[in-house]
């Protein structure tokens, strides 16, 4: 990734299949397509390969990470060998480098997803990567070749495309990967507040991959680094929250390792570049366990609308046949609503806190009885009972910590 920042299809046969909830259908009798079984839950410069790169690697396993991407510490065919074989023993899935090798010569691995190809791509250069990503498709079925896309912040002639829209919907269509994926650092400073901007990001993301019937991934920002502060544990929970709310099947930290060079002086990564843990670590591990949980639930929704409100607007901002018909009991509350349709006919509700300061605890109506409404737990992934949180007062009362996401599940519409 550039100074910029400032800032799975496996396919059996012809048979339909699923991907993050959207059904397609395979374009070959042969599977080549890539199909993601798991929430991607990753970052960008892997550790240093070598001495002591086992433990390195029970460290990510530690911190409830799913996905390694390469390319910085393991960069040439033998640590990247390494790389997969500690994967594999560590339950993690991987997008490693292709360090010089030819298509046909790439490794293979249960816990290999694909292959870097290029990080923020002009227009210009998508031709060549359609030859690259066939490639891929051809001698490694199953696999996929990575690209990782500018944010909206871009400018045209790095875009190569006049709207950043129309860079998106190109690459999707010209490029034909198997997931689309951004890294979109929002300022999160009373002063310097770009995260609309963000939403903004994630929602053309969004649509192209749901008119792709593919996945999309996105970074955020994990350190200090240019005009951008440390951020906390609620405004890393508030963009990860924010990223799924838009129906995002990868979450992906910038960064673990932190990189050296002129661009951070600071460091304060989630390890340092001396390979001790910052709070980072822990904080990371917490947000992580409760998206691990909710993963399997996730991967098993299609995205339908995204609706931020404020609760003084909530009468006026909830559309008709919306499963949330009521949110009230704080008027300064601002919430994201991610809204999905489950792959069994239920509906989906994502409610988010999109406060990343304070704490909210709002009356929430929704357009079927509590009782028949079902929460994903951020503990065990199964499906509770809602409970109510302050059961004393009348109507249904749900707390949410600051920038945090509470997953529903709701019978399909009455």
Avoid at 214 to 232: A, E, K, L, Y
Avoid at 340 to 359: I, K, S
Avoid at 377 to 387: D, I, W
Wanted: neutral net charge.
């Amino acid at each position: 990734m550039t100074h910029v920042r400032r800032a799975a299809r496996l396919a059996a046969g012809l048979a339909a299949i699923v991907v993050g909830g959207s059904s397609m259908k395979a374009t070959a009798q042969v599977p080549t397509r890539f199909v993601q079984d798991r929430m991607a839950i990753g970052f960008w410069v892997d550790p240093p390969a070598g001495d002591g790169m086992e433990e390195r690697y029970r460290e990510i396993a530690a911190a409830n990470f799913t996905l390694v991407i390469g390319g910085f510490g393991a960069r040439t065919p033998e640590t990247v060998r390494q790389q997969l074989a500690l994967c594999e023993k560590y339950d993690l899935r991987a997008v490693v480098a292709r360090a010089g090798l030819k298509s046909a010569e790439l490794p293979e691995s249960p816990a290999c997803w694909g292959y870097m190809l290029r990080d923020e791509p002009s227009a210009a250069g998508f031709a060549e990567l359609r030859t690259q990503v066939d490639e891929i498709r051809a001698v490694r079925p199953g696999r996929f070749g990575y690209v990782n896309l500018f944010p909206n912040y871009a400018n045209a002639k790095q875009l190569g495309t006049a709207t950043y829209e129309e860079h998106v919907a190109r690459f999707a269509d010209e490029v034909d990967t198997d997931v689309l994926s951004m890294d979109h650092y929002p300022m999160m400073q009373p002063k310097a507040d770009s995260r609309s901007a963000y939403c903004d990001n994630l929602d053309v993301l969004r649509r192209q991959a749901l008119r792709k019937g593919v996945p999309f991934w996105n970074f955020f920002n994990c350190m200090p680094f240019g005009p951008h502060f440390d951020p906390t544990e609620d405004s890393l929970r508030w963009q990860i929250f924010t990223s799924l709310a838009y129906g995002a099947k990868g979450v992906l930290y910038f960064c673990y390792w932190t990189p050296r060079g002129g661009e951070f002086p600071k460091g304060g990564a989630i390890i340092t570049a001396e390979g001790r843990k910052t709070r980072h670590y822990d904080q990371a591990r917490r947000l992580n366990a409760a998206v691990k949980a909710l993963g399997p639930t996730l991967m098993q929704l299609t995205s339908t609308d995204v609706i931020r409100l404020a609760t003084a607007a909530a009468a006026e901002r909830l559309p008709a046949g919306t499963p949330v018909t009521a949110i009230s009991g704080t008027p300064h509350g601002e919430y994201l609503l991610g809204l999905f349709r489950h792959q069994d006919g239920r509906r989906a509700v994502l409610l988010c806190n999109y406060d990343y300061h304070y704490t909210t605890w709002p009356t929430v109506e929704f357009d079927v009885e509590a009782g028949l409404v079902r929460e994903v737990s951020q503990e065990t992934g199964e499906e509770t009972a809602v409970g109510d949180d302050s059961p004393d007062m009348p109507g249904l009362q749900l707390s949410l910590d600051a920038g945090a996401g509470r997953l529903f599940l709701l019978p399909p519409r009455p």
